[in-house]
């Protein structure tokens, strides 16, 4: 039996507070048809308010929580979002500082064969130098602090 996946992902608070408010403003305009609906501007307003905020809101927040899974630590190695997969082979190791959490990789070519024209080798070259890993994300992109979320993934690392 193998290993349950661990997954990384961005807290969800904002996405929930951002629910709220657009279930606030569509209900608003639904609100304003009901009170006018025979008044041009009333029809309008409500219209807008409750399309933009009901079916757009809703659309937007379900892509974004669907997107939320930054990192992804399965058999098959560590799936990063945006990113591509680096195989376990390819990981040296995670760590942390307070701030950050880090990946080190030993090999990057895996990683970068599908990943956007933003990560090069180049580009995780210059984050090496500069942090001391190949690849980071602040606290604040991350569900737990980036301490217990590297212990986390060190502890998924097939043996």
């Not at 629910?19 to 008044?39: H, R």
């Not at 219209?47 to 058999?75: E, H, L, P, Y």
């Not at 990063?80 to 376990?88: E, I, Y």
């Not at 992109?141 to 502890?155: F, G, H, K, V, Y």
């Amino acid at each position: 039996m193998s290993t349950p996946p661990v997954a990384i992902v961005s807290p969800r608070g904002r996405l929930i507070a951002l629910a709220v408010v657009c279930a606030l403003f569509a209900a608003m305009g639904v609100v304003i048809l009901l009170l006018a609906p025979t008044e041009t501007l009333n029809l309008i307003v409500g219209v807008a308010a409750a399309a933009f905020f009901g079916i757009g809101g809703g659309i937007s927040i379900v892509t974004q929580w669907r997107r939320s899974r930054i990192i992804v630590a399965d058999d098959d190695g560590v799936h990063l979002a945006g990113v591509g997969t680096a195989p376990w082979q390819d990981v040296d190791r995670f760590g942390s500082d307070s701030t950050h959490l880090g990946l080190r990789l030993r090999r990057t070519a895996a990683l970068l064969e599908g990943a956007p024209d933003e990560h090069t080798a180049e580009s995780l070259r210059a984050t090496r130098s500069r942090t001391g890993w190949d690849l980071t994300w602040p606290a604040t992109a991350l569900d737990r602090s980036p301490a217990e979320a590297a212990a986390a993934l060190q502890a998924r690392r097939p043996r």
